[in-house]
């Protein structure tokens, strides 16, 4: 999904990411934000708790197929204590790691077409690779501002968020224009989800799905332990 769409926004992700890393805003505890991957969108909400802990669930869907893969992460001053990845679709995944105070990994689990499996060291060693990007994104995006909407689109421009309020998003005419022709294309109520930050607004995801069903809320991240 908006693969057609895809190309004109990298220029805007890069200028945002670019003012993320020189600004250093109060950040709330908890945040929404993400971005426009080549092949997919990766939305983030975090919860930064009191006693230095960081609760971080990144979920990616591709522009194509059916697959969602969901990853919930935690750091305590700053050291990755657990990851879970859950790849939903036609082949799920299900990856589960754990690591002591000292980084070492302390439990690990995989679930692949309903039987266990090993976790390879290179693995873990990407999956902590990984883990450390994302931060580093999330940092980035939150210091400069760019923060995550969703909601169900009414149409005129104005979407119901998942927070229940009405609302109408600063898009682009093109970017109405193309919700429009998916919808008509569809048949279908369409829910959307685009990035608000000082530079514009960034129309990221479209789906016939209610995806406010499955918006994690502060509450969910604290039970990421």
Known sequence: MLTR????????????????????PKI??????GYLADRGTVRIW??????????????????TGDSREV????????????????????????????????????FMQ?????????????SVELYKFDADRLLKASNALL?????????????????????GQIIKPAFTDSDRRYV??????????LMVAWLEAPQGVQLIWY???DECSWQPTAEDLAKNE
Request: proline share 6%; with cysteine.
């Open 5 to 24: 769409a895809t190309q004109r926004y990298f220029p805007l992700l890069f200028s945002l990411l670019l003012t993320a890393c020189s600004s250093h």
């Open 28 to 33: 709330p505890p908890f945040t929404a934000s």
């Open 46 to 63: 975090r919860l930064n708790d009191d006693d230095q802990s960081i609760h971080l669930r990144a979920v990616y869907t591709p522009f």
């Open 71 to 106: 990853t919930d992460y935690s750091w305590h001053e700053n050291q990755l204590v657990s990851l879970r990845k859950t790849l939903n679709g036609k082949q799920p995944d299900d990856v589960t790691l754990r690591f002591d105070h000292a980084g070492a990994l302390s």
């Open 110 to 122: 995989r679930q692949l077409a309903g039987q266990r499996e090993a976790v390879s060291p290179e």
């Open 143 to 163: 210091n400069g501002q760019v923060w995550l909407k969703q909601g169900h689109w009414l149409g005129d421009g104005q979407v119901r968020s998942c927070e």
């Open 180 to 189: 429009l022709q998916e919808q008509a294309r569809l048949q279908t109520p």
């Open 207 to 209: 789906s016939a799905q």
